[in-house]
């Protein structure tokens, strides 16, 4: 917040942040009252990736992009619910980067619902997260929603066990094109846990999961993959709405596969390619997806941002915050059946900039 | 007599046994592209390191596979540096900002070694110069 944050910029942004955040909520009405499914929203902050250099030193890009998420969900009005940490507070899974995130998200005076993120888990296989943030799979119900956190970044045993050195196993799996990577599973421990855990839930109650991989295949090169996601996906079958929001991939991406509504958060800290832009290898890109603009390098925070869910009838309409950008809003179309952006779904009313290559 | 001289020239050429400037075997082609990998292999080696920057960054965080880097499209007007600029411009502009190190001489191995590996990543996408 140093140099391009002067005080009359920053009091402009958040003046056009809390404009955005509050038109589109007075146009819907949200009712605050006992009805079974009551109106709400919740705030997003995901992959924030806090790399610690050196002593009291951290990337400042990444710390910016943190701050300036937190300064903005904190302005919301009304007030969100709760807050969803996507997953990814941490580049390596060093404490120093996780206490330094806990930190900065104190400032926070809402409830965090923190979901583990693969940098945050394979230096020391989730045990300071566990033992001082959240659980790995725990839920919760919120005004007649299900709400579920899964664990999705766990992997095959003869992938962790060839490591002796956990910080080689973190850089391991840390490196997004790793050749060696290994894909992510939920693992039959978790679908086992999600079983128990949705058995007294009736098919009419909605359910919203929380993971940090998509639940579905994407492109396996970059890990925008879980491998076991069909049995997932079997497992969420029987409920009539049901919705995945996930972290990871640092873009924008939603879909629809069967009953399940999956959308993706931003990131933070920087914007990932979209998998279609690497021409060696094929990708099941989905095609509803219409894409955010292509981030110009010039502009650090363009590409990143955080976003904010509003939650009518079980729907999720989610609304993204870029922060070198024009918002975007996508919403559960009831007519089609998935999930459409507000502005930009015909092909004839995208902007050159959406287009990547 | 010059003729005869050049023909004699020519023949002593052929009896030393010497190729045709133009004449290259498999062996050599394989010995060529087995050249241009180890270049493309360190320069992969040095997109995905720390070294280049200082604080840890490296250019895989935000280009998996070298994605996004499209250098196919240089040289091209880039409007932040107002001028028309190669990819080994903005490979310094990313080391010099998101790494926030010092740009590599236009002249080092190590520029030639990361413009290997992203060109070849990008292999069999037609030249667009200038494209944005």
Redesign the interface.
Same mark, same amino acid.
């Given at each position: 917040m140093k140099k391009k944050l002067t005080r009359r910029s920053f009091l402009k942004k958040v003046a056009v942040a809390g404009v955005a955040a509050t038109a589109p909520l007075k146009l819907v009405e949200v009712v605050y009252g006992a009805q079974k499914h009551e109106k709400f929203t919740f705030a997003v902050i995901s992959d924030a990736?806090l790399?610690?250099?050196k002593g009291t030193k951290f990337?400042?890009?990444f710390d910016e992009g943190l701050e300036r998420a937190i300064t903005e969900v904190s302005f919301m009005d009304p007030r969100p619910d709760f807050v969803v940490f996507g997953g990814d507070l941490a580049?390596l899974g060093k404490k120093e980067e996780l206490d330094h995130g806990l930190e900065m998200l104190s400032k926070l005076d809402l409830p965090i619902k923190f979901v583990i993120g693969e940098h945050d888990f394979y230096l020391d296989m989730g045990e300071y997260w566990q033992k001082h943030i959240a659980p790995l799979n725990y839920s919760f119900d919120h005004k007649g929603v299900h709400f579920v956190v899964l664990n999705s970044i766990l992997t095959y045993r003869s992938w962790i066990d060839q490591f002796k050195d956990p910080m080689e196993r973190m850089l391991g799996m840390a490196?997004?094109?790793n050749p060696k990577g290994s894909p992510f599973i939920v693992g039959e421990e978790g679908r086992k846990w999600l079983k128990k855990d949705l058995s007294k839930v009736s098919p009419d109650t909605p359910v919203i999961v929380f993971t940090h991989s998509p639940l579905y295949k994407i492109f396996k +090169? =970059?890990n925008f993959w879980t491998d076991d996601a069909e049995k997932v996906q079997a497992i969420l079958s029987r409920f009539k709405k049901v919705t995945v929001m996930h972290g990871h991939v640092h873009q924008i991406i939603y879909n629809q596969i069967g009953n399940i509504t999956f959308y993706a958060f931003l990131s933070t800290a920087? +914007? =990932?390619?979209y998998p279609p832009?690497?021409?060696?290898k094929p990708n099941n890109f989905p095609k509803i997806t219409v894409m955010m603009n292509?981030?110009?390098?010039?502009h650090?925070r363009d590409g990143t941002g955080w976003s904010w869910a509003e939650v009518a009838d079980g729907r999720v309409t989610h609304h993204y915050e870029l922060w070198e950008n024009t918002p975007r809003t996508v919403y559960y179309d009831e007519k089609l059946g998935h999930p459409v952006d507000k502005d930009y779904q015909d092909p004839a009313k995208r902007i050159p900039p959406q287009f990547?290559? | 007599m010059k003729r005869y001289f050049a023909l004699l020239l020519m023949l002593a050429f052929f009896a030393g046994g010497k190729a045709l400037a133009d004449e290259f075997t498999k062996e050599d082609l394989k010995k060529w592209h087995e050249a241009f990998m180890k270049v493309v292999e360190e320069g992969e080696k040095l997109f995905?390191s720390p070294t280049l920057g200082k604080?840890?960054?490296s250019c895989?965080?935000?280009?998996?596979?070298a994605?996004?880097t499209?250098p196919e499209t240089y040289p091209k007007f880039q409007k932040?540096l107002g001028k028309v600029v190669g990819l080994r411009d903005m490979i310094n502009?990313?080391i010099q900002?998101?790494l926030e190190g010092e740009p590599l001489p236009l002249d080092d191995p190590r520029l030639i070694a990361l413009e290997a590996y992203i060109t070849w990543?990008?292999?069999?996408?037609p030249l667009a110069p200038g494209k944005h």
């Open positions: 990736h790399t610690h250099i990337v400042r890009n580049q490196r997004l094109d +090169p =970059w920087w +914007p =990932w390619p832009t690497y021409t060696q292509r981030a110009d390098p010039f650090e990547h290559y | 995905h604080n840890k960054v895989d965080m935000c280009h998996p596979n994605a996004n499209h932040q502009w990313c900002n998101p990543e990008r292999r069999g996408v």
